[in-house]
């Protein structure tokens, strides 16, 4: 269980996933991972945690963004 893709993701990564992945607004990220807006702005506020499997998709999407070049 020591694998870093299955961790939880603090506000400030997810900020960060969001740039990397070119995801501009809560609005786009929402839509393009299926989930409504609110729920994006409380991972944001820290308000409530992000999933992990949200996490693993953002972080598997950056890996193959990377990969890509």
């Known amino acids: 269980m020591d694998d870093p893709r299955l961790a939880s993701m603090s506000p400030q990564e997810l900020r960060s996933a969001m740039r990397t992945l070119g995801y501009r607004t809560q609005n786009d990220l929402a839509n393009g991972i299926g989930v409504s807006r609110s729920a994006v702005s409380l991972w944001l506020e820290g308000k409530v945690g992000v ?7 953002l972080r598997m999407l950056i890996a193959a963004q990377r990969r890509q070049f």
């Open 51 to 57: 999933p992990r499997p949200v996490a693993m998709l």
